[in-house]
């Protein structure tokens, strides 16, 4: 399956915006002036070499990092100044480069969990109520039930693999039935034949769901059969937007991302 | 004018020992709690030597020179080496567990009676001399000799000599430097030995001008800890001008507000805490580890690891099935009636202790074993409880139970002002923001007579149909126990349990997935206020009087030691820890040999030290040695390989680069 090929829910309106962008560690200009905007059901990849800012572009998203200047809008709701907790609580959802879980709970709570966090106070957890019939708690058990993962409730982190840990920590973001899914290098580490399935995974969940996500991806193979639009990123700096195909033939893309003799 | 002398006597020493915290933080990333202790061991050997073994000033002195170093090896040797990468949750009890064995080791190994100052380091210490304009003690003159030369030599070591070079290189980036082929490892070894030297230099030259005591010792190194905070922990400098600032303003109140008055004898002990809880809030000051410093933008995501090595490794008791509540709360019952009727009075008013402090300390269990912060001022806020319960029985006549409601509360109202006002910080800044709290109830607050009068605070007394006071506070402190143990359990099991989990664990991941993580913690621990505050009326209602010195800072760090020690992940744990707590030093009081009562003190604080380096809890560890023992192999649990990913640490997989 390829972007190309696959039948993505992608409408107009917009769930995504940065506009202008910079953020400063002391002397350190980490993004300048980067805009950007994403449209329901889009995948956008976010691409660049080591300490171009995509993180830290993801973080500013997530409100882990205060942008020094720009404007953010998720959802078409200002979130400048709108605490983490609160943007999850507009749609947003995210994994995390080091994928991070809670070293005490089996799969099974990481799940109940997820589910639970969206509406702690109530009777019954609004996020129990599936689509097609089904609770969540059925869908994100049997997604990560699926092969390979082969997940069951009961078990513990200890014994999960690398690709394990991974699909947990992308079903829990997916328990909130998000708007916009930011994932930081979801497939490293992973062998190819689990990339290959977590990107399925992926592109099901997003086709179904649609989802807004950006994608942050070293290897470029994935992201190019993944994302439908390529976002790079080199010192801050946006230096290209466009259509992935066209994208990575772009000479300064190439020049920055691969240090200009990739053929 | 007139009192500034004095106040640069004492300000100079609070240099000299926030200069070591500083040089401690720097080099290691340890916030040593524990240089007040250190200041107390040394300056209680020197009296030892001198007044009770008679040794001659000189070789007292060289020896003392010579303990400060040894105890600062000893420590690092014994603790700090082993966890020297862990987090700084862990690396602070281990310094609280170091402020409560160390004294009482020391107490324990040379007993002396009534000990209430030492002699200087100068013969015929309190002459007066004329210098000046000014008079001072020969006492006096060689503690401001004594800090100027220590923490001047300190100042050019770090400035002027390659060895000060490499410090100034790890204190930039650690990481850095350990690649450039300095050995931080033998740095550490050699920065504990400094400031133990320093530390114990420090304990000789205040040992004429304090009262030896421990606990004032202990209030010294929150001076101590807020002029290193001025300081950044990084400018010796800036340290040394706020530690003679303090003083000064110190001897400045001292002098010119009315003798007796409250300024004198509650402001000006709680000024650290104003300048401490000031610098925090007004700096929001979030302590990174050490290997943190210079990691650039994702040092803020990875702060959600702060906290979890003793909070979130701890391994938990089983969570009791139904059939077990019902074969634990008989065994409760039993066990109540039991102490109620079968042992005599000494015994049963023991138990009744016991159990108040078991409730007193399930506040450690909500705060701290499940909503991850850690809570120095416990005892501040159980005296709020017993204070406000025993004047409102007492003095109100609103009869026990309506007192302890309101007292209740307002230990609850205490803890989210507290909560909201700590929850800004990083759980280390909490944790001293806590400690500032104690310190402002005992020095300041506690000294209020409107508040506690010099008796104490009455109770009434209290008795349930024809059972004796004992048995009355036993059964109520029984129910009570009981009644909350089933509530913690419940919400441990129940999703608000999950998500305190969660927070505990990792609480970038908690907020990123939607939770509120400041509103859950504050949530949190007001309701372990208010348990910590119910507990103290218990205590009150048992005793029959409270005073100040019955929850003091020190005091306050014992129960934690105790609490963390035996397991603060589990209401047994509560109950086991405040059973000891009572106990212990019953049965040791029974043992005629002085000297004894400081053992239970020693152990405490030794299993506090050791829980940093197997953060599980004695309970937890008797636990899984019983389930190893009972345990049958199971098949492994996952289908998917178990390649790759976590073995030792599964939260925390993956990689790349940090600069993305």
């Not at chain 2, 000299?16 to 915290?21: N, R, T």
């Not at chain 2, 850690?374 to 409880?385: D, T, Y």
Request: with cysteine; net charge neutral.
């Amino acid at each position: 399956m390829t972007s190309a090929t696959a039948a993505v829910s992608q409408s107009t309106e917009e769930t995504l915006r940065l506009d202008g962008i910079t953020v400063r560690f002391g002397g350190l200009t980490a993004l300048s002036d980067v805009s950007l905007a994403a449209a329901a059901g889009e995948f956008v990849g976010l691409i660049g070499p080591n300490g171009s800012g995509k993180t830290t572009m993801l973080n500013v998203i997530t409100g882990l990092v205060r942008a020094s200047s720009g404007t953010l809008s998720i959802c078409s709701a200002p979130c400048g100044r709108v605490s983490v907790h609160r943007r999850a609580r507009l749609g947003l959802a995210r994994t995390f480069q080091r994928a991070m879980l809670f070293p005490e709970m089996t799969v099974g709570e990481h799940l109940a969990l997820a589910r639970d966090i969206p509406n702690l106070w109530g009777r019954r957890p609004s996020a129990a109520a599936g689509r097609g019939g089904h609770t969540a708690d059925d869908e994100l058990t049997a997604f990560v039930a699926a092969e390979p993962w082969g997940l069951r409730p009961g078990d513990r982190l200890s014994g999960l693999s690398l690709g394990g840990l991974r699909i947990v920590e992308l079903a829990m973001a997916l328990a909130s039935q998000p708007k916009v899914l930011l994932l930081d290098e979801p497939l490293s580490g992973l062998d190819q034949a689990e990339r290959i399935s977590f990107g399925d995974a992926l592109l099901d969940v997003q086709r179904r769901l649609g989802v807004t996500v950006i994608l942050i991806e070293h290897d470029v193979e994935s992201v190019l059969r993944l994302a439908q639009r390529l976002v790079v990123l080199d010192f801050g700096v946006k230096i290209a937007d466009g259509p992935a195909a066209e994208i990575i033939k772009d000479p300064r893309v190439r020049d920055a991302y691969f240090g200009g003799d990739e053929q | 004018m007139l009192y500034i002398y004095p106040g640069i006597v004492i300000g100079a020493l609070y240099a000299l020992l926030g200069g070591s915290i500083t040089l401690t933080y720097s080099l290691t990333g340890v916030i040593n709690l524990a240089v007040g202790a250190t200041a107390y061991a040394t300056a209680y050997l020197f009296y030892h030597l001198v007044t009770v073994s008679k040794w001659a000033l000189a070789p007292a002195v060289v020896l003392c020179l010579l303990a400060g170093p040894i105890f600062g090896f000893v420590i690092w040797a014994g603790v700090f080496r082993h966890i020297e990468n862990r987090d700084l949750i862990v690396q602070l009890t281990a310094t609280i567990g170091i402020a409560v064995a160390l004294p009482a080791l020391m107490e324990f190994a040379l007993p002396t009676e009534n000990v209430y100052q030492s002699p200087g380091i100068v013969p015929n210490g309190f002459a007066v001399l004329r210098i000046g304009s000014f008079n001072t003690t020969r006492d006096q003159l060689a503690a401001v000799i004594g800090a100027v030369v220590l923490l001047g030599g300190l100042i050019l070591a770090v400035e002027k000599t390659r060895l000060g070079l490499s410090i100034r290189a790890v204190v930039d980036r650690p990481r850095l430097a350990a690649g450039a082929g300095i050995n931080t490892t033998r740095l550490s070894a050699f920065s504990w030995i400094l400031t133990g030297f320093l530390t114990g230099a420090a304990g000789i030259l205040l040992s004429p001008l304090l009262q030896l005591d421990p606990g004032i010792y202990t209030s010294l190194s929150v001076a101590a800890l807020s002029v290193a905070l001025a300081g950044r922990f990084r400018s010796l400098a800036i340290t040394t001008l706020a530690g003679l600032a303090l003083g000064v303003l110190s001897s400045e109140i001292t002098g010119y507000a009315p003798q007796g008055s409250v300024i004198a004898n509650g402001l000006v002990p709680a000024l650290p805490f104003f300048l401490l809880a000031g610098l925090l809030l007004v700096g929001r000051t979030s302590l990174k580890s050490r290997q943190d410093a210079g990691s650039g933008q994702t040092a803020r995501a990875d702060s959600g690891s702060l906290g979890q090595a003793v909070l979130s490794r701890l391994p938990a008791l089983s969570v009791l099935r139904p059939g077990r509540y019902v074969i634990a709360l008989l065994a409760g019952g039993v066990f109540t009636l039991v102490a109620m009727y079968s042992f005599n009075a000494y015994w049963t008013a023991t138990l009744a202790a016991g159990i108040a402090f078991a409730v007193t300390f399930l506040s450690f269990t909500i705060s701290t074993g499940y909503g991850g912060v850690l809570c120095l001022g416990q005892a501040g806020i159980a005296a709020f409880g017993a204070i406000v319960a025993g004047r409102l029985a007492t003095e109100a006549g609103l009869g026990l139970p309506l007192s302890m409601v309101i007292a209740v509360l307002c230990a609850a109202f205490c803890g989210v002002v507290l909560g909201a006002v700590g929850t800004r910080l990083d759980q280390v800044g909490f944790a001293l923001v806590t400690l500032a709290f104690a310190l402002f109830c005992e020095t300041f607050a506690f000294n209020l007579q409107a508040l506690i009068p010099l008796q104490g605070v009455n109770y009434p007394n209290f008795q349930i149909g024809g059972l004796n006071t004992s048995q009355s506070d036993i059964l109520l402190g029984a129910i009570l126990f009981a009644v909350l143990a089933i509530l913690v359990s419940w919400f441990r099991r129940s999703r608000f349990g999950r998500v305190s989990s969660a927070i505990r664990g990792n609480p970038v991941e908690a907020e990123s997935l939607g939770v509120h993580v400041r509103a859950f913690r504050v949530g949190v621990f007001a309701l372990g206020s208010a348990v910590a505050g119910l507990g103290g009326a218990l205590i009150g209602i048992e005793q029959g009087n409270v005073s100040t010195s019955d929850f003091a800072l020190l005091t306050g760090l014992v129960w934690l030691a105790v609490v963390v020690t035996i397991g603060v992940r589990s209401f047994g744990g509560a109950l086991v820890a405040g059973l000891l707590f009572a106990i212990a030093p019953a049965a040791f009081e029974l043992v005629t040999i002085s000297g004894f009562g400081n053992l239970p003190t020693v152990l405490f604080g030794l299993g506090a030290i050791g829980i940093a380096r197997d953060p599980r809890g004695f309970l937890a560890q008797m636990s899984g040695n019983l389930q190893k023992l009972i345990a049958r192999p199971e098949p492994a649990t996952s289908i998917g390989p178990a390649s790759g990913a976590a073995t030792s640490d599964p939260v925390t997989v993956g990689g790349g680069s940090s600069r993305d």
